[in-house]
Structures are given as C-alpha cells and as structure tokens.
C-alpha cells in the first residue's frame, strides 16, 4: 500500500503540480518501493488512455445551433423590452439546424458512423430538440438491437463509414477468405471477427453490373458501421436480415456486423450478373 | 475580437456586441461537449446540454463576476445543467461516436472507439461526485482551484475525490483488463 503523502506526490505529478523538490522526493521514494512504482505507472497508462479519447468532435452543426439559439434568444428578449430600447427585435424564423437536413455531419476524412444516417434522418427541429433526441436514441436502439424492418438507402452524396477498419487491420483475427465465381467479375470477399464484432470486407471489380447479397444463415446480424472505399461507384441497401450491393467498377466494402449470428451460422454471399450466379459461404466463427 | 480575453468578450457582449459571444461559443462548445458527453455518457443528451449551457451563460452575462475565471464559471453551469439531464435521461443504447481521424488509420480509430467505450463505462461506475472531478481534470483541462471553484468545494476535497477516482479507474481499467 502507497502511503498517503507519496500517492498525492504521484497524483500531483500526472497533473504537472509538483516542485522539483517533490519529483526528487518522489523518485527517491519509488526506488524502494517497487508496488508504489507500479502505482505510479498505472497512473501514467491511465493518463495516457484519457489523453487518447480526447478528440471526439460535437455533432458539425452544434456550433451553428448554438448561435442560432442564442441570437433568437438574444432577439426575444429585445422584442420584450420598452419602445426606445436600443436593440430592435426582429422576428426569427431561422432553422434550428444550419445544415441541410439529412445532411450527415461531415468529418475530416469522410468517416461517419451508419448510425449517423439514422440519427440525422430522424433530426427533430429545437425546441423540439429533447424530444427529437429521445426519438432518435430510440429509434438507434431499436436498430441496433433487432432486425430492420424497412430497406434504407445509404446516401451517397455523403461520407459514408466509420470506424470500420482497412483490410490491414490486426485486431481482428481472420476467419474465412473466398472468390467470386463469375465471368467479368473479380469478387473477394473476407470475415474476420474481434470480440462480438464481426468484420465483412468485400473487394469488388466488375466491368458488368453484379449484384451481391450479404444474408446470414440464421440470426441477426445488424451493421454497426460500414464503409465503402469509393463512395460514387456502387449503392449499398440494408434490408431486412440482409445487406444488398449494387455494384460495377471497382470498390471495396467494408461491414462490421453485431448480432446473434455472429460467430454462429455461416454467411451467405450472392452475387449475381445478368447471366451467371454465384454463392458462397463464409464462417463467422 | 478573437484575441480577446474572455472577461473582455464578455463586455463586449453586455455593451452590445453579440459577434463577441460568437467567440466565446467557440471557444469552449467543443470542450463543453467533451465534458457534458463524460458525465452524461449520451452524445444527444451532451448536444443538448452544450446548447442549453450556452443560452443560460448568455442569459447570465451580466451576472458574470470578472474576478472568476470565465470558463470556471460557464463549466459550473454546464455541470449543474448535466446533472439536471441525469435526473431526466431514460436509459438508452449507447449511440457510437465519432471520432475524427486526423490521420490516423482506421485501426487506430477503430481502437479509439474501443477505448472511449471502455472508459465511458468505467466512468459511469464512478459516483457523479467522483466522475465530475475526472472529467473537469482530464476532459476539461481545469487545475484544481478551477474545479475547485466550478463544483464550488474547497481544493482538497477536489484532490481526495480525484485521487480516488483515479484508484478506482485504475482497478477498472487497468488491473481489470490484465485479468482477463
């Protein structure tokens, strides 16, 4: 056990708030005390995890938003007081939302979460904001938790993906790997899974048109997230219990998937051309 | 006006200026959010919150005592205006968050989001007194006099709570994720 006055030297210290007096004080300290240094260095790593997190950016247009509400604020109490005040209030009528509705909030490289598609679809106007926000956490939750029950088109004026790792991704641990049987068409598609989290990456090069359909055998699957590498070439749809791409040229697709299905049945992949079919099957486990 | 202080963009604002509150929204939303987001743990619920503290700040401008550091106060409101949602908030899926990559490969972000997960469940296991500190410290960069002064405690309770927090983190985090 670290005495008192060491672990607030040690605390003090993360925080910059020690004297060189004290760092010497502390060093001297620790050199005898291996279970104190551990201490100290699970602080640090703690530190360090805090300092790792720190850049998670507000929703684009919560700025806007702000001003928005602050200006019309600004104007009412104008318009409420005595003729001859100096401010004249003029009647706003400003969205709420500075941003395109359905707009997804743009982030610097073009990542954005599949949730966000939702979220910004259901986006309720202040001062209907609160109620707009337990709307939308809702209607997340529900996604999230079952199956959908109507097709939603992703929107591809917008960036689309997140968080969905390149095919270089080490963390998660490889399971299957397969090709596509079809002339004009060079398709492989990959699992791999981390934890409850599965990752489907479909690499994709047809001169023809090719359909492909991504179902699990048995379950739920739900997509987390997703990214398509070329957000102009190819159009993705999430049906029910079943992922469909509309696809010619060349692009990758990236899908992490959650759900009961994962590390459970096998998936089913179908791509089809005007003349051919092809299936296969991975494993998810 | 951007190279103001925050106590002369407040002025400004009370003598008529609002272009002068513009700066100080932007100055702080982006931390603001941070820190409502830690201690609620909803981003829609942190949005809101955010915007609710800005109007109140403004609302308040001219109540605003120089002597005390703008943000310690602002951070006070955004704090009461948390735990005023915390009471309201129904228990919801956590909605994913975003995190700007700036570089970083997908990996790093997709470790990132991991993290943040790990440590906003930790965070919500600490009582809010406990949380507040962490996240005022960590997320809002404040000294312990300014915490201090944001919760209206006096500085060593700010210590004895942080430094608690920060044992009880650790087990979470660090002695639990060794024993798995």
């Known amino acids: 056990m670290t005495e008192g006055k060491y672990e607030d030297l040690m605390n003090r210290e993360i925080d910059g708030e020690t004297t060189e007096r004290e760092k010497a004080e502390l060093e001297t300290y620790l050199a005898q005390n291996p279970q104190a240094q551990a201490y100290r260095e699970d602080l640090g790593t703690l530190a360090n995890m805090f300092e790792r997190v720190r850049d998670i950016e507000p929703p684009a247009e919560l700025k806007a938003d702000i001003v928005a509400a602050v200006r019309r604020q600004a104007e009412s109490q104008a318009a409420s007081r005595p003729a001859g005040a100096s401010a004249a209030a003029e009647a706003s009528s400003r969205p709420v939302h500075a941003a395109e509705p359905g707009a997804l909030p743009a982030s610097e490289n073009g990542w954005a979460s599949i949730v966000d598609v939702f979220r910004r679809r259901l986006a309720l106007p202040s001062p209907y904001a609160f109620a707009g926000g337990v709307a939308v956490g809702a209607l997340v939750f529900a996604l999230i938790a079952a199956s959908f029950t109507s097709l939603f088109r992703v929107d591809e004026s917008v960036a689309p993906g997140a968080l969905v790792p390149s095919s270089e991704l080490a963390v998660f641990e490889a399971l299957d790997a397969q090709s596509l049987a079809l002339d004009g068409v060079r398709g492989e598609v990959s699992t791999k899974i981390y934890g409850d989290r599965l990752l489907v990456e479909l690499q994709l090069e047809s001169e023809v048109p090719v359909q492909v359909s991504v179902t699990p055998g048995a379950g739920r699957m739900v997509p987390v997230a997703f990214r398509q590498v070329d957000p102009r070439q190819g159009r993705v749809e999430f049906g029910e219990a079943e992922m469909a791409i509309t696809h010619q040229g060349t692009n990758e697709y990236y899908f992490v998937l959650r759900g009961d299905a994962v590390g459970g049945s096998p998936l089913a992949v179908r791509a089809q051309t005007g003349v051919q079919t092809s299936e296969i099957t991975l494993r998810t486990r | ?180």
Not at chain 2, 18 to 46: C, H, M, S, T, W
Not at chain 2, 87 to 96: A, N, T
Not at chain 2, 118 to 139: D, P
């Open chain 2, 1 to 180: 006006m951007a190279g103001l202080d925050d106590s002369s963009l407040v002025r400004d604002c009370v003598e008529g200026r609002p272009q002068a509150f513009d700066v100080l929204v932007d100055r702080y939303y982006k931390v603001l959010f941070n820190v409502a987001l830690r201690i609620i743990g909803d981003p829609e619920e942190a949005r809101d919150i955010t915007q609710t503290t800005f109007m109140k700040v403004y609302e308040n401008l001219g109540t605003y005592d120089p002597k005390r550091k703008f943000f310690s106060w602002i951070y006070r409101i955004a704090v009461n205006e948390s735990i005023n949602a915390k009471g309201r908030r129904k228990p919801l899926e956590p909605v994913d968050i975003e995190f700007v990559a700036r570089g970083d490969t997908p990996e790093q972000v997709f470790e990132k989001q991991r993290l943040h997960e790990s440590i906003q469940g930790a965070l919500m296991k600490l009582s809010l007194e406990h949380r507040q500190v962490v996240v005022l410290r960590h997320f809002g960069d404040l000294s312990y006099k300014d915490i201090a002064s944001a919760l209206d405690i006096p500085e060593k309770t700010v210590k004895s709570r942080l430094f608690e927090a920060r044992r009880q983190l650790c087990t979470i985090l660090i002695k639990g994720r060794a024993a798995t």
